[in-house]
Nanobody
Framework: QVQLVESGGGLLQTGGSLRLSCAAS????????MAWFRQAPGKEREFVAS????????AYSDSVKGRFTISRDNVKNTVALQMNSLKPEDTAVYYC?????????????????WGQGTQVTVSS
């Protein structure tokens, strides 16, 4: 099975940019559909973005479309989330997730493997 470790979180101001990275080990990430989810305090985990194995198709939640970009590097075994024009409502713990199917989500139950999360805090 695959192990996932997120990095790149931090504290920044509204309008800033941040790039999250998810490093996979144990198995090659090319075997998985990958996604990012987030969970804000007191809220349920929500879908952010996903990407198919080849990287040729992506999906985004309406709340991040046009601001966030998901990408993957199957050689380096990593998945990234470039976040631009950040808003206070983007504040959450961001999780990397993987599943061996082909669906792009957005249901969290589809995903079998999860990282521990990285905190992103956007101040106004």
């Amino acid at each position: 099975q695959v192990q996932l470790v997120e990095s790149g979180g931090g504290l920044l101001q509204t309008g800033g940019s941040l790039r999250l990275s998810c490093a996979a080990s144990g198995r090659t990430v090319s075997s998985y559909t990958m996604a990012w989810f987030r969970q804000a305090p007191g809220k349920e985990r929500e879908f952010v973005a996903s990407i198919v194995r080849s990287g040729g198709r992506t999906a985004y939640s309406d709340s991040v479309k046009g601001r966030f970009t998901i990408s993957r590097d199957n050689v380096k075994n990593t998945v990234a989330l470039q976040m631009n024009s950040l808003k206070p409502e983007d504040t959450a713990v961001y999780y990397c997730a993987a599943h061996q199917g082909y669906a792009l989500g957005p249901t969290a139950d589809l995903f079998d493997y999860w990282g521990q999360g990285t905190q992103v805090t956007v101040s106004s």
